[in-house]
């Protein structure tokens, strides 16, 4: 089986960001029934988006950490650094979807010029580098996951992983952004 994945890098990339996106896309587009889902407390659908920030800015830090220690030649650090990077994205991604699928959308609090020129156009960046940056990560993780480390440096995994780290940092920067104008600012 690991050798059939290791041949298959781009289709197993291909499957798993398109299952991933299906389940977002069918949240957002009300496809899964709430009626599935267990209902949380008013109180703990409340500390999501709060959580969802925490999760946010920590998976900012576990890039970077992980950026350095391949920098500096860690390999071990850095497989972990990334490993928690991808569990903290899973993590605020089965909170987001679970809260959204119980409770929709947030509306924007503040001003609607505000919202048709700042939140608007900074939420749609973020939720294209959020979907862009899918199949890179996990085109970036199977590689890493079917070979020994010693054979990813003949293979795209840094200049894959590079633009996925990249666009994630980006979004999840840009996601702390959208917390903010959502909860704080207005």
Do not use: K
């Not at 059939?4 to 291909?14: I, S, Y």
């Not at 899964?32 to 999501?48: F, M």
Request: charged share 10%; proline share 5%; glycine share 6%.
């Amino acid at each position: 089986m690991r050798e059939w994945a290791r041949e298959n890098v781009p289709f197993l990339t291909a499957v798993a960001s398109a299952v991933s996106l299906a389940l977002v896309f069918g949240a957002v587009g009300g496809v899964v029934p709430s009626s599935l889902l267990p209902r949380a407390s008013d109180a703990t659908l409340a500390a999501i988006p709060h959580l969802n920030a925490a999760i946010s800015a920590t998976a900012i830090a576990t890039i970077l950490l992980g950026w350095r220690a391949i920098a500096r030649g860690n390999v071990r650090r850095h497989r972990t650094f990334m490993l928690a990077s991808f569990a903290l994205f899973s993590a605020f991604l089965a909170g987001y979807l679970y809260r959204l699928v119980l409770v929709g959308t947030t509306d924007f609090p503040g001003p609607e010029t505000v919202y048709t020129y700042l939140y608007l156009p900074f939420l749609a960046i973020h939720v294209l580098f959020a979907i862009v940056c899918i199949p890179f990560v996990f085109y970036a993780l199977i590689l890493a996951a079917t070979r020994p480390y010693e054979e990813l440096y003949h293979t795209r995994h840094a200049q894959v992983g590079f633009v996925g780290a990249v666009l994630w940092l980006v979004s999840f920067a840009m996601g702390v952004g959208v917390y903010l104008l959502l909860y704080h600012l207005f």
